[in-house]
């Protein structure tokens, strides 16, 4: 069965730092991967989804980037955080075309 | 774009009591998922309805899709206190992906 493996689970930044959070799956190739952020008592923002290695689309105009190097890695970064970029960030896999989503642990971010 | 709206935000039952959460799109979808976040957790999958008016059932859990597939509902039947959590709607429209509702926060008064 399918893993994703999300850390860390609770990170505190200042605001200015940069940031990068990982997601690495297991138990399945070629998944279509996710990131989204849920803020405090809201509902869940698609910010990237990625179909392949390499192939990242954005969602939302943002100062966060994501990268996938490897099929099963997913990767979350920005140079400079904000304030507003607290909140809990999901990675989460698909299979094909309507498949449901299945969502890893989160991190929880804190930017001071 | 495309909009999900979810309502109620917020729902407080008596535990033994009924709840149900309605989701509506602007756009018809292709199908529609649910999905339960327990309070510090990661959403989880519980049902993809794809079928016109399709109905399913999940023992206290009925999920229904409506006839033109632009709206959707979750009854929970004598809620338990292991039903609290947010209840997410999610929909699709052909190839795209998923919008998701903004979600009922479910409360159960022992």
């Known amino acids: 069965s399918q893993t994703i493996h999300q850390w860390p689970a609770t990170l505190v930044q200042p605001v200015g730092s940069p940031l990068s959070l990982e997601c690495t799956v297991e138990?399945?190739?070629?998944?279509?991967l996710y990131w989204y952020r849920q803020a405090a008592g809201r509902g869940l923002q698609l910010l990237f989804y990625?179909?392949?290695?390499?192939?990242i689309s954005s969602e939302v105009p943002q100062n966060l980037s994501a990268s996938r190097p490897q099929d099963r890695q997913f990767i979350l970064s920005s140079k400079k955080l904000l304030l507003s970029d607290s909140g809990f960030y999901l990675c989460?896999?698909?299979?094909?075309?309507?498949?449901?989503?299945?969502f890893g642990n989160g991190t929880r971010l804190t930017v001071t | 774009g495309q909009q999900v709206m979810q309502i109620p935000q917020y729902q407080h039952v008596q535990e033994g009591e009924d709840f149900t959460t309605y989701c509506n799109s602007s756009?018809?979808?292709?199908?529609i998922q649910w999905y339960k976040q327990r309070p510090g957790g990661h959403p989880v999958f519980l049902i993809q309805l794809v079928k016109s008016g399709e109905v399913k059932k999940q023992k206290r859990l009925t999920f229904q899709f409506g006839e033109a597939k632009k709206n959707s509902s979750l009854h929970i039947t004598a809620t338990q206190t292991t039903d609290v959590g947010t209840y997410f709607c999610?929909?699709?429209?052909?190839?795209?992906?998923?919008?998701f509702g903004t979600g009922t926060r479910l409360t159960v008064i022992p």
């Open positions: 999610a929909g699709q429209t052909g190839a795209n992906n998923l919008f």
């Open positions: 138990g399945t190739s070629n998944p279509n």
């Open positions: 990625s179909v392949g290695i390499g192939q």
């Open positions: 756009t018809t979808l292709s199908n």
């Open positions: 989460a896999i698909s299979g094909e075309y309507n498949s449901p989503l299945h």
